[in-house]
């Protein structure tokens, strides 16, 4: 086996270094020529362990060489103006995806006391780790229980507890904000601009609490006039966080911005805003999108005369159950609210035990008749459905957050949701590499 040469005169200690590599290397294919009954696996295995212990000598050795060069320029204080002297070469303990690795770097020092390591800020450290190990945390513990995702780095070669983990993800999710990481989209003919959003539940150390989502969507309508509109996954853009209405709304506002919607074509482009019941819905609907089209989610509003069935008839009453149903769903399908909320009222004079329970669920309805004409909104081609966001709540939340044993604090939430949601809006490369180029 020949040995490699390196392509530029090295000092004599990188040149004993890297022969040293050398030599392992030889050794090791020796080793393996000489022992006829090692089989496949075991070659696997011995040749996997060598180098992966090689690639971390060979890291340091090139790493140290970089790291140990003083500075060509002036540098100055982070701290203060006053100019920086060197010190001394103090060992940095980095965990890369080579394994852990002591560069020994120049400390500088300021006659103020204010010591800095200037190679460091160059090359964007993460506390003890690099820029790749980093991304490497984040992207497991977006997706995985943070025991999970120790486990898979630590397969990897990357030693990180579950603890250390948690807290680096948190800490590091402080400096994201995912809205500023979505490109901007641009409407086509007959396209309209969606806005959903909706709360679900995770479990937290005093009791359960309210996730709020959202999403930025367009439509792309059928080729045949009266095609039902579609959505394409890789345009919808979400938002997610354990906060209150009003911090939310701007959050969901921001995303709206950057996501293209009032940026061009503000008097023709069309918004549709599609929601259930919940008043903090509504009231940022007012707030920020005050000329959307306002849709109650129908399934939502067939889900209340479900709810209505199930106060006045016995669960033996199947037949008139399901009948109800059916003869009140067709008010409602053609935009006829005030025929519903006279069904229900009907009922209400029959049952007067539920009586105030029924009369709450006309009001209902009546409160949201102009998001519930399903028949107008239908005819022009409206999608008036909420299954883009009730599969946001899902998948951003429901397969990360309410797994079991897990108690969520609202900072440990919200970090896992932000890099959950720069996931799912296609731009964790555009913040973890901006400077690459797609291929």
């Known amino acids: 086996m020949s040995s490699p040469s390196l392509s530029v005169h090295e000092s004599n200690d990188c040149e004993d270094d890297f022969r040293k590599i050398v030599e392992e290397v030889n050794d090791l294919y020796g080793d393996i020529n000489v022992d006829e009954s090692l089989s496949l696996d075991d070659v696997e295995v011995r040749v996997f362990e060598a180098f992966r212990s090689l690639e971390q000598k060979f890291l340091e050795m090139c790493v140290s060489k970089k790291a140990g060069k003083k500075e060509s320029e ?3 204080c982070p701290e203060c103006p006053a100019p920086c002297r060197p010190l001394r070469k103090r060992a940095k303990h980095l965990t890369t995806l080579c394994g852990k690795i002591s560069p020994r770097r120049w400390v500088y020092c300021c006659e103020h006391g204010h010591r800095h390591a200037p190679w460091e800020v160059k090359q964007k450290l993460s506390d003890q780790y690099t820029h790749r190990v980093a991304e490497a945390m984040c992207r497991l513990s977006a997706r995985l229980d943070y025991r999970e995702a120790s486990e898979e780095l630590s397969h990897q070669g990357i030693e ?6 948690h807290q680096s993800v948190c800490k590091w999710s402080e400096d994201l904000d995912v809205r500023e990481q979505v490109e901007a989209q641009e409407l086509k003919e007959n396209q309209r601009w969606y806005v959903s959003c909706d709360g679900c539940h995770t479990n937290s150390p005093d009791g359960w609490k309210e996730v709020k989502v ?29 906060q209150n209405a ?22 023709t482009q069309v918004i549709v805003f599609i929601g259930d019941g919940a008043a903090w819905i509504w009231n940022l609907c007012k707030e920020y999108f005050p000329n959307a089209v306002q849709i109650v989610d129908y399934p939502h509003a067939v889900s209340h005369l479900s709810d209505v069935a199930k106060l006045v008839f016995e669960e033996t009453e199947t037949e008139l159950f399901e009948a109800w149903i059916k003869e009140t769903e067709c008010f409602l399908h053609d ?10 009222r009907a009922l209400a004079t029959q049952h007067p035990e539920v009586s105030e329970s029924l009369e709450r669920e ?14 107008a909104f239908r005819e022009k081609g409206y999608m008036i459905g909420s299954g883009v966001i009730e599969s946001a709540c899902k998948h951003v939340v429901g ?41």
């Open 74 to 76: 002036p540098v100055e």
């Open 399 to 439: 397969e990360r957050c309410p797994q079991a044993a897990m108690r969520w604090k609202k900072p440990g939430i919200n970090a896992v949701l932000k890099w959950r949601c720069l996931s799912k809006n296609k731009a964790w490369d555009r913040y973890w590499y901006p400077n690459t180029k797609a291929a």
């Open 335 to 344: 935009g006829n609210i005030a025929e519903v909320a006279s069904s229900i």
């Open 362 to 375: 006309a009001r209902y309805f009546e409160k949201h008749a102009n998001r519930m004409q399903s028949k």
């Open 160 to 165: 990180v507890s579950h603890t250390r983990l």
């Open 246 to 267: 009003a911090a939310f709304g701007k959050k969901l506002y921001a995303l709206a911005l950057k996501s293209g919607i009032y940026q061009k074509d503000i008097n």
């Open 214 to 242: 959202g999403c930025i969507y367009r439509d792309y309508p059928q080729p045949v006039s009266g095609g039902t509109p579609s959505v394409r996954t890789e345009s919808i853009r979400y938002v997610a966080g354990r």
